[in-house]
């Protein structure tokens, strides 16, 4: 009898402290990575790279405890203009040909208001990897009425410079902003 007991007692104190943790993907349809430049100091020209993987692991509801990793196929780049998208993709810009993803893993997610979090994290491109930071924006979760997936939403906004990872090197600033506004929005479809 004292060890059903001892058994049963163990089995409860090993759930009580059992995590589970989610796992969940982009749902590409409903899931954009952008980024925007500016042009002669005048004009805004935006673009999306079409092609690319989030996988999002949390263990709470809130994603207070998330992690983040993305994957990007630098030859998905899209500005509208053919002719742009493959200089781009050039060793003038992104090098595809030698660069064919970036990458970006978290390490860190800082609470910053209510749903709102300093995501940090090593992002390489072009084949340097610098630690960056971005403001993340949690939308929610719900159950698509379609599909009836649990579905969650983010936001990701922030900027990088694209001289950090030497890309375009020979365009200077007043041609081509150094700075690089990023913008994502996804919604993630919970596999476990």
């Given at each position: 009898?004292k060890k059903?007991a001892?058994?049963?007692?163990a089995f409860?104190?090993?759930?009580a402290?059992t995590t ?5 993907e982009?749902?590409?349809?409903h899931?954009?990575?952008g980024?925007?430049?500016t042009h ?6 935006s673009?999306?790279?079409n092609?690319?993987d989030?996988k999002?692991?949390s263990?709470?509801?809130d ?14 780049i ?5 002719a742009r998208?493959?200089?781009?993709k ?8 030698k660069y064919?993803?970036l990458?970006?893993?978290?390490n860190?997610?800082?609470k910053d ?8 994290g ?10 960056v930071?971005?403001d ?16 969650a939403?983010f936001?990701?906004?922030g900027v990088?410079?694209r ?5 375009g ?7 081509v ?5 990023i913008?994502?929005d996804g ?6």
């Amino acid at each position: 009898m004292k060890k059903i007991a001892f058994i049963i007692t163990a089995f409860i104190a090993l759930t009580a402290f059992t995590t589970v943790v989610s796992n969940w993907e982009n749902d590409d349809p409903h899931s954009q990575l952008g980024f925007t430049v500016t042009h002669l100091g005048i004009s805004d020209v935006s673009g999306t790279f079409n092609d690319f993987d989030v996988k999002v692991t949390s263990s709470k509801p809130d994603f207070s405890d998330a992690t983040f990793e993305l994957t990007a196929k630098i030859a998905s780049i899209d500005t509208r203009v053919e002719a742009r998208n493959n200089h781009l993709k050039s060793a003038d810009f992104f090098d595809a040909a030698k660069y064919p993803e970036l990458t970006f893993k978290s390490n860190s997610l800082k609470k910053d208001g209510k749903n709102n979090y300093k995501l940090s994290g090593d992002l390489t491109l072009h084949g340097i990897t610098k630690q960056v930071t971005m403001d993340l924006k949690y939308r929610g979760t719900t159950v698509n009425p379609m599909s009836k997936a649990t579905t969650a939403g983010f936001q990701l906004e922030g900027v990088i410079k694209r001289s950090d990872f030497n890309i375009g090197a020979g365009f200077p600033a007043p041609m081509v902003s150094d700075e690089v506004r990023i913008k994502a929005d996804g919604e993630f479809i919970q596999k476990q």
